[in-house]
């Protein structure tokens, strides 16, 4: 196994720049997740790892080495991609065992390496079978099997699961992760799907436009995001956002909104554009009418009658475990998750109570980054 250390890496595609200085230490044995929008640069970014697309400028280190200029063959790495790109004519072992033939690998030590990997992977009873008889899920573990029985240093994963329906996702999910903690070896995923990499990663890479935004365990992004594109991109629902201004009053006061009102007995709040107040536990010095973006996730909030904020509804999706309620609160539209059934109806008022102690504060300009509260 081996780490990977990426620094101050750029890649243009003729004038147009797509990776602009990006540097990401990856320990040996770490599962880290590349996550982004489409066009972020991740791919590009693993692709550039793998020695399929050119380095622009700085260095690839894979082990200590310096890759920029090493054939992808030589690496010593393997890649999964989202197609299986199986040999239709060729069986489960056929698939798994080719690179290591090509190689010129004696017969018995292919066959050995890929009843290992069969395996690991749940692989062995379809050995025998070609891959229009296997399932969806079977496939994409093939194609795992093929990068398994090279034992590479690194593995590279390129949204494996896209082509999955929702359950065999999850499944995938799972055994990945297995797969990992089994083999101990470094592994590089590249996904869209924040969720994949909030539940496989020991560490996320959050990208936009080719930069990274943040580096963190999954639970450190959740809690405490850099910035407002973080804050947005990770979580499912996504956060809400009200646009405003903080304000620090020793005394709290109250706001009305609409048919109700909320007190606030603190020594800091938030005013939205349409004036109404909403929680702080606490404000940065000197920001008393600092123009800011008040975040909160939607499982922070709560239904009281007697603090809440009157909030119309409009939507109802109730899952079973949870309820998901969107409403209209500060003149927008805003998501709650709540564990209790809630059986209110759209056009109703539910009164929404944020919770000040996990608000969020980001600068209204600056890249939106996130501001210290003081508690």
């Known amino acids: 196994m081996a780490s990977v250390t990426i620094h101050d890496l750029r890649k243009s595609y003729g004038a147009t720049p797509v990776i602009h200085g990006v540097s990401i230490d990856i320990r040996d044995g770490e599962f880290v997740t590349l996550v982004g929008p489409s066009g972020c640069g991740k791919s590009t970014l693993l692709r550039i790892i793998a020695g399929l697309e050119d380095v622009g400028g700085g260095e690839v280190r894979i082990g200590g080495r310096v890759v920029n200029d090493v054939a992808p063959k030589d690496r010593d790495i393997a890649m999964v991609f989202q ?216 499982e922070h909030l709560s239904i009281d009658p007697e603090r809440g904020i009157p909030a119309q509804v409009a939507v109802v999706e109730p899952t079973g475990s949870e309820t998901m309620v969107v409403a209209r609160l500060a003149g927008q539209e805003v998501v709650g998750v709540f564990r209790d059934r809630v059986t209110v109806r759209p056009g109703e008022t539910l009164p929404l109570r944020p919770d000040p102690s996990a608000a969020h504060l980001f600068d209204a300009e600056g890249g939106g980054r996130r501001l210290t509260i003081l508690s």
Not at 98 to 118: C, N, S
Not at 151 to 170: G, T
Not at 196 to 219: F, K, S
């Open 83 to 298: 197609s299986y790109a199986l040999y239709p004519h060729m069986t489960v072992a056929g698939n798994m065992g080719f690179a290591l033939t090509l190689k010129g690998t004696p017969k018995r030590a292919v066959t050995e390496r890929v009843a290992r990997a069969a395996e690991v992977l749940g692989l062995t009873p379809v050995l025998d079978r070609l891959p229009r008889h296997l399932s969806g899920g079977q496939r994409q573990r093939v194609a795992m099997g093929r990068a398994i029985v090279r034992d590479p240093q690194v593995f590279l994963f390129d949204e494996p699961l896209s082509n999955l329906d929702a359950k065999l996702r999850v499944q995938m999910r799972t055994e990945i992760k297995e797969l990992h903690q089994r083999l101990k070896s470094t592994m590089i995923y590249v996904t869209h799907d924040q969720i994949e990499a909030m539940t496989m990663a020991d560490r996320i890479v959050v990208m936009r436009d080719g930069i990274v935004e943040q580096v963190g365990e999954p639970l450190e992004l959740y809690d405490r995001p850099a910035n407002r594109f973080v804050a947005g991109f990770i979580g499912s629902p996504a956060m809400n956002f009200f646009e405003g201004r903080i304000a620090v009053n020793g005394e709290g006061h109250t706001a009305v909104n609409g048919a109700g009102h909320m007190a606030v007995n603190g020594a800091a709040s938030f005013v939205t554009k349409d004036g109404t107040v909403l929680p702080l536990a606490g404000a940065p010095p000197d920001s008393d009418g600092r123009a800011a973006v008040y975040g909160l996730r939607p």
